[in-house]
Structures are given as structure tokens and as C-alpha cells.
């Protein structure tokens, strides 16, 4: 085998490794380094976001509009701070589009569903969402419907 | 009883002595490295016999390891009514673990054990010897470049088997067992990550890559030259490259996840 022969295979050898090296990064991972800084940023206050994380999903009609990008906690008035970095080519959100965390499945990820609401101006960057609800969390739903048995066995045997 | 302690004394010397006669070897290897970049056909030839070799057999068993995932994935999920999520199952298993350590392992049998069978060889005939007799330093000429060709060679081998496999997953979760597509790739998609799944996997292959080939180049340089010593060279480097690829392995996940 002479050395331009093995040289040219060396060189497809490298050039599918490189390939493949691509494809997964292209192909299989979510990888989105146009559209990471693009878009504007709002806040929304929630008093329980238990399950969120940076970079969960913000919905809007079940179509996926933009990331969380950062949550803090401000321990003045003890709410989360969820900012959500939304795509620049959702521009026309009204301003009192409200904010709810959902669950996807039963078991699911948990994701921000946005609902628009009526208002004539449009949101802008740094805007605060006003109207959020909090997170739905299966135990605390599941004791207050053990305390609403137990308060009514109480009230039969009285 | 003496006599166990001498020998355990012994063998525990033995044992140090060799791991500083290898972090030496290393160190020369590593200093050859900077002159090897102006004798990059040096390393081409090491990356033709290295690489290039290795192609096939990654290749194939990547596409049957993805093949049997897909296989084993779908009847466990479907339990569950989640074989949508196979394609994720198939991908991160491939990306984070069995891409970079089955690639390294049969990189050890395949390309590690001819490493050391061919230094070793050429210390059994002499050739070592007769290069050093021409004032030309084996460690940079001979070694550096597989070593280096290793260190190349790897990560591009641990990627293509991850791809081809994740093909292989598709092929037979998609293609036999109805799988739908679009989920197969979206949910993948959604939850590898770039960085935290795919870029790790790369630094294990380099980090494999480099030990599996100090061990190959490392053991051929040191083996006793007669044929019976080749030929143990060859089966130590075979059996410590795989313990150490498993070993090295679970310290990287424990540290990267």
C-alpha cells in the first residue's frame, strides 16, 4: 500500500469520525446555539415552582415559545422568580398574559403554560407577568384531601 | 510466613517500579509530541494501521449494540406504553456509556494488542537497539506517533460507534417494531444535551483513548524480548487496558453525572 492510498484513507477515516462527531451534535442533541440569546426576557412571581428547572419548556397553546432561563428566590417577599426567555418572533403577547405551571403526564416534566390575555399593549422586555399560578404539588393535594375526609368522618360521629 | 512477606514485598516493588518506569515513558512520549507535529506522516501511517483498521469492526458492532438496545429497550418499555422514549433510552446509553467504553475495549483488542505485539516484536529482533545505534531516539521515532495516533484515533471511533448504533436503535425500534419516527428523534432531541451528554462522552473517549495506548505502547516497550515475553506483553495489554477503560469509566460517570 503506497502512501497516498493510506493517506486518503486516514483522511475519509477522519472525515466520518468528524461526520458522526456532527451528526450527534446536530442531530441528537438539543442543541439551539442560534436562537439561545435571541428573543426578550420576562419575569413571573410564583409562590411554589417545585419541579421547574432552568431550561423547561414555556408554552403557549400546547407550542413551545421560549425557555426558563434563570429562578432565584427573593427572600423579601418569598416568592420564586422565574425568568422566561421568550423567541423574538413571538412579539405580540399582551400585558396580562397569565402564567401557570404545568405538568406534563401524570408524572411528567414540568413546563410554564402562558394563557394571552386582552390587553392592547404588548409585553416588553424585563416586563413582570402579573397573573401566576403556582406549581400543583401532588402531596399537598393529596393532604388536603385526606384532612377533607377525616373532617367529615368527625362531623358524622358527632 | 517470611517467605510470603518477601514475596508480597517483592511483587508490590515490582509492581511500583513498573508504573515509574511507565510515567516516565510517558513523559518522553509527551515531549516528542511538539517535533512529531512537523513529521505528521509519521502519524498518518500510525493512524492508517491504528484508525483505519479499527473501521470496520466499530462500525459493525456499533450497529448490532444499538441494534439489540433497541430490541431490549422496546419490550421493556412497551410494558409501560413508553416506547416513544426508546430513542432517548438508546442515545443516552450509547452517548454517555457504551459508545466510549465498547469502542475503547475492542480499540484494546483490536489496535492495542498489534501495538504492543509490534514494539515488542521490534525489541525481540533488535530493531530498537539498531535505531539507537543511529543516534535516533525509538521513544519519539517509534512510539510517539502510535501513541498519538492512538489519542486521535479514539474519540473519532467512540463517535462513529454511537452514531452508527443510534441508527442501528432507529432501524429496529423505527423500521421492525413500528416505532414512531418523529418520536423516536424529537424525544431524543429534547433530552440529550450537548454539552452535559455528548462532550463528556468525547472527553471519556480521549481520556480512554490516551490510557488504552500508553498501556499498548508502554507494555511492548518493557516486554521481555523473547517470544514467550511478546506474547504475555500482548495478553497484559489486553487484560489491564479493559480493567482500566471499567475502572476509569466509573470515576468519570461519578464525577460527570
Known sequence: MNTKNTEILVGLFIAIGLASLFMLAMKVSNLNIYNNDSGYEITANFDDISGLKVKSPVTMSGVRIGRVSDITFDSEIF???VKIRIESQYKALPKDTSASIYTAGLLGEKYIGLEAGGDEENLQQGDKLKLTQSSLVLEKLISR????????DSDTKK | MLNFIQQLGGSGL???????RAHILLGHILMGIPAMLTRLPLVIQQMYSVGVLSFLIILVSGFFVGMVLGLQGYNTLVDFGAEETLGVMVSLALVRELGPVVSALLFAGRAGSALTAEIGLMKATEQLSAMEMMAIDP??????????AGFISMPLLAALFSAVGILGGDFVGVGLLGVDEGAYWSQMQASVDLYD???NGVIKSIVFGGVVTWIAVFEGYDAIPTSEGVSRATTRTVVHSSLAILGLD???TAIMF
Do not use: N
Not at chain 1, 146 to 152: C, E, M
Not at chain 2, 14 to 20: I, K, P, S
Open chain 1, 79 to 81: 416568592e420564586a422568580v
Open chain 1, 145 to 152: 384531601f385526606v384532612d377533607a375526609f377525616v373532617d367529615k
Open chain 2, 14 to 20: 515490582y509492581f511500583f517500579q513498573r508504573l515509574g
Open chain 2, 139 to 148: 521513544i519519539r521515532r517509534v512510539l510517539t506517533p502510535r501513541f498519538l
Open chain 2, 197 to 199: 451528554d455528548i462532550l
Open chain 2, 250 to 252: 466509573f470515576i468519570l
